[in-house]
């Protein structure tokens, strides 16, 4: 039974709705006030870094081991988002799973359209290498859109031939930009703050002119999924996205891919990003912690 915070959060989003049809200006604000509405914990730490170019925030809390790495991509839609409003989130994963975490603060569309992030991804992961963290030591994550960004980091590392990381988590990742899940008309009247117009909005924005949205490495439903590290995809069931998960999850089961997929009845979309005030969102975290320290061999 959800919690009496979801039930108010739920509608709290059902009055004040995302419009599509706001500036980008409008859109950035909305977001970036939502996350940093959440303070931080006292004792995390946060500290700017320049990732060989890239800009990027490492995050410490007394639990971290700093051998042990969270390579974070925030959400947004590829346009919206920055670490700053990460913060909270990011420190309880860090708590969760006893890993320091580099934010990358990667471009943001339609400034820089496609594949600038995933440009800014890798760059700031071979910088990250450069720092003597091992491959083995670290575990690549985000959500929304940077669940997206997640995966197509792993497949332009592949390509590359740069070691991967020891596992990779999604929560409610974007994996079809060319929108073909049924769950986007299905659950449209169950999602708090996804349409398919906004999606329009990100994604279009995000290609730009004249990318083909089945592009392997901008959705990663349409790649060859072979050799990529054990996933953890989490997903719930009131979101249009809920395809770009089940889907992506079934094609890497079938591609040799260890993938443990979580289905969360009536949750929304990335609704762990509020752990602050809901504890689904709290046992989400320390589902994501889990998973950290048993790929990272640390009990």
Same mark, same amino acid.
């Given at each position: 039974?959800?919690?009496?915070?979801?039930?108010?959060?739920?509608?709290?989003?059902?009055?004040?709705?995302?419009?599509?049809?706001?500036?980008?200006?409008?859109?950035?604000?909305? @977001?970036?006030?939502? %996350?940093?509405?959440?303070?931080?914990?006292?004792?995390?730490?946060?500290?700017?870094?320049?990732?060989?170019?890239?800009?990027?925030?490492?995050?410490?809390?007394?639990?971290?081991?700093?051998?042990?790495?969270?390579?974070?991509?925030?959400? %947004?839609?590829?346009?919206?988002?920055?670490?700053?409003?990460?913060?909270?989130?990011?420190?309880?994963?860090?708590?969760?799973?006893?890993?320091?975490?580099?934010?990358?603060?990667?471009?943001?569309?339609?400034?820089?359209?496609?594949?600038?992030?995933?440009?800014?991804?890798?760059?700031?992961?071979?910088?990250?290498?450069?720092?003597?963290?091992?491959?083995?030591?670290?575990?690549?994550?985000?959500?929304?859109?940077?669940? %997206?960004?997640?995966?197509?980091?792993?497949?332009?590392?592949?390509?590359?031939?740069?070691?991967?990381?020891?596992?990779?988590?999604?929560?409610?990742?974007?994996?079809?930009?060319?929108?073909?899940?049924?769950?986007?008309?299905?659950?449209?009247?169950?999602?708090?703050?996804?349409?398919?117009?906004?999606?329009?909005?990100?994604?279009?924005?995000?290609?730009?002119?004249?990318?083909?949205?089945?592009?392997?490495?901008?959705?990663?439903?349409?790649?060859?999924?072979?050799?990529?590290?054990?996933?953890?995809?989490?997903?719930?069931?009131?979101?249009?996205?809920?395809?770009?998960?089940?889907?992506?999850?079934?094609?890497?089961?079938?591609?040799?891919?260890?993938?443990?997929?979580?289905?969360?009845?009536?949750?929304?979309?990335?609704?762990? @990003?509020?752990?602050?005030?809901?504890?689904?969102?709290?046992? %989400?975290?320390?589902?994501?912690?889990?998973?950290?320290?048993?790929?990272?061999?640390?009990?």
């Amino acid at each position: 039974m959800p919690s009496q915070e979801f039930e108010a959060l739920l509608v709290q989003a059902r009055s004040n709705p995302i419009d599509a049809k706001k500036s980008l200006v409008e859109l950035r604000e909305r @977001f970036d006030v939502m %996350g940093l509405a959440f303070a931080p914990p006292e004792d995390a730490s946060f500290v700017q870094v320049d990732a060989d170019g890239v800009k990027a925030e490492w995050t410490r809390v007394p639990e971290s081991d700093d051998a042990a790495v969270l390579f974070y991509l925030h959400g %947004g839609g590829y346009i919206m988002g920055s670490p700053a409003g990460y913060r909270d989130f990011v420190a309880r994963i860090c708590r969760a799973g006893r890993v320091r975490a580099l934010s990358v603060d990667y471009r943001l569309a339609p400034e820089a359209p496609f594949p600038a992030a995933i440009e800014d991804a890798v760059k700031a992961y071979r910088w990250l290498l450069a720092q003597h963290v091992a491959p083995s030591r670290i575990v690549i994550a985000g959500d929304s859109a940077g669940g %997206g960004l997640t995966l197509s980091t792993l497949l332009a590392l592949k390509e590359k031939g740069i070691p991967l990381p020891a596992a990779a988590i999604c929560l409610s990742p974007s994996t079809d930009l060319a929108r073909t899940g049924t769950s986007i008309a299905t659950k449209a009247a169950d999602d708090v703050f996804l349409t398919r117009e906004l999606l329009d909005v990100c994604f279009d924005n995000f290609l730009g002119p004249g990318t083909d949205p089945r592009d392997p490495l901008a959705s990663p439903l349409y790649a060859d999924l072979t050799g990529l590290p054990p996933l953890l995809i989490m997903v719930g069931t009131a979101e249009i996205l809920l395809d770009d998960s089940t889907r992506l999850a079934e094609k890497a089961k079938a591609s040799g891919v260890e993938v443990e997929l979580h289905v969360a009845e009536g949750m929304i979309h990335v609704w762990l @990003f509020f752990a602050s005030i809901l504890p689904e969102g709290q046992q %989400g975290v320390e589902t994501m912690g889990a998973f950290i320290r048993k790929r990272l061999q640390q009990g």
